[in-house]
């Protein structure tokens, strides 16, 4: 089946699960670029259409479930509460140890290799935009959705905003979101694809394994939020409204 050009890479990531290991070998981004047509996707990543179409419809490995598998049909407290125990943690554990690990790489590599240099200030920059931003999601926006679902279902009134909708605080979060995805892209470049120079040590090989993975945890974490748990937010939001005029006009 040929996939349809005009569909957003959004549509087809969490349409289809296994879509978006696909989407990270081919390095089309559906995260923070998940509203580009997949037509547009493959030109920039000069991928045919019948071969993305070949490959997002190939059997998965067997895996164990996850959330991503299950997230659509996950409610709002759950999915926001797995993201926090999975990616969150995970996260500001690979924040701390790429951050010494960085500091080693450095005083050891730097004078032959200056990218490294510019790849702990871009990480340094990461690291000061997602702690805070982890903080908002966790204090402030996930317990909101998580009442405001609460109160749908008892058919109650939404709780008190102090943002007034749920939008804004859901635009604030993709902005940064955008803005961490631009970082990743420029510590891939600075090294060259996460290639180990010939006279890299072992904890070279580390630093840019690590680096990597962070960069695939931290698409999944992304794809999860702007895809999946806001949209389902904003929603929940619209039907709690909803639900509030029709009991007031009754």
């Known amino acids: 089946m040929l996939l349809d050009p005009t569909k957003t890479v959004r549509e087809l990531a969490v ?3 296994n879509a978006t290991r696909v989407f990270e070998k081919m390095k089309i981004d559906y995260c923070c670029g998940g509203q580009e047509s997949l037509g547009d996707a493959c030109a920039k990543a000069g991928l045919e259409l019948e071969e993305l179409s070949r490959l997002v419809q190939e ?3 067997p895996e164990p479930q996850s959330a991503e598998t299950d997230a659509r049909s996950l409610p709002l407290a759950e999915l926001a509460n797995r993201i926090v ?5 995970f996260t500001r554990s690979e924040l701390e140890r790429l951050t010494v690990l960085l500091e080693k ?17 871009q990480f340094e920059t990461l690291r000061l935009e997602l ?4 903080m908002k999601e966790e204090r402030i926006l996930f317990p909101y959705i998580i009442a405001l679902e609460m109160t749908v279902a008892e058919k109650r009134p939404a709780p008190f905003a102090p943002f007034g909708t749920v939008n804004n605080p859901i635009a604030a979060m993709m902005r940064e979101h955008d803005a961490a995805g631009d970082i990743l892209k420029n510590i891939r470049r600075l090294s060259g694809e996460f290639a180990v ?3 890299g040590c072992f904890s070279y090989s580390t630093l840019y394994h690590a680096l990597a993975e962070l960069e695939a945890d931290l698409h999944q974490h992304i794809h999860l939020e702007n895809n999946i748990l806001f949209p389902r937010a904003m929603e929940t939001e619209h039907l709690s409204r909803a639900l509030n005029e029709s009991e007031l006009g009754a």
Do not use: F, G, W, Y
């Open 85 to 89: 125990a999975k990616h969150h943690v």
């Open 59 to 61: 059997p998965a490995l």
């Open 131 to 134: 702690e805070p931003h982890m």
């Open 197 to 199: 120079p010939a006279d």
């Open 15 to 17: 349409t289809m699960p």
């Open 105 to 121: 790489v450095c005083s050891v590599h730097s004078n032959n290799h200056r990218e490294l240099v510019q790849i702990q200030s």
